[in-house]
Nanobody, 123 residues
Framework: QVQLVESGGGLVQAGGSLRLSCAAS????????MGWFRQAPGKEREFVAA????????YYTDSVKGRFTISRDNAKNTVYLQMKSLKPEDTAVYYC????????????????WGQGTQVTVSS
C-alpha cells in the first residue's frame, strides 16, 4: 500500500506561481512512476504530467507545456509540480498518483492516489 499526501495548493492571482508537493510512503519510491492529474468543477479528471523512476523522462499535457515542471527527489520520497504563469483555467483539485514499477508517459494512470489539493487562480 502506498500513501500519498499532497500539499502546496492555494489561491494565487493569474500569472503567479505555486509549487505542489507530494510525499509518498514506502521504501521503494525510486521504482514508482509518478504523475499529477487535475479535476476542475464539472469536468473529468485529466492528466497533467508524469515522471519516470529516476526523473530522466518527463511528460506533459499540451496545455501546461512550458509553464509546469514535474520533478522528484527520491531521497525525500517526494514529487513536485512547479507551476508558473498560472491561468484561471488551471483552477482545479490537483492529485498526485503513483504506479509502482510502472512506466511514465502521456497515458500514465496511477494505482495509488492522494487526496488532492485545491489550486485556485483568480483573474
Amino acid at each position: 500500500q502506498v500513501q500519498l499526501v499532497e500539499s502546496g495548493g492555494g489561491l494565487v492571482q493569474a500569472g503567479g506561481s505555486l509549487r505542489l508537493s507530494c510525499a509518498a510512503s514506502g521504501r521503494t519510491f525510486s521504482t514508482y512512476a509518478m504523475g499529477w492529474f487535475r479535476q476542475a468543477p464539472g469536468k473529468e479528471r485529466e492528466f497533467v504530467a508524469a515522471i519516470s523512476w529516476g526523473g530522466e523522462s518527463t511528460y506533459y499535457t499540451d496545455s501546461v507545456k512550458g509553464r509546469f515542471t514535474i520533478s522528484r527527489d527520491n531521497a525525500k520520497n517526494t514529487v513536485y509540480l512547479q507551476m508558473k504563469s498560472l491561468k484561471p483555467e488551471d483552477t482545479a483539485v490537483y492529485y498526485c498518483a503513483a504506479k509502482p514499477r510502472g512506466f511514465a508517459g502521456l497515458s500514465f494512470v496511477g494505482d495509488y492516489w492522494g487526496q488532492g489539493t485545491q489550486v485556485t487562480v483568480s483573474s
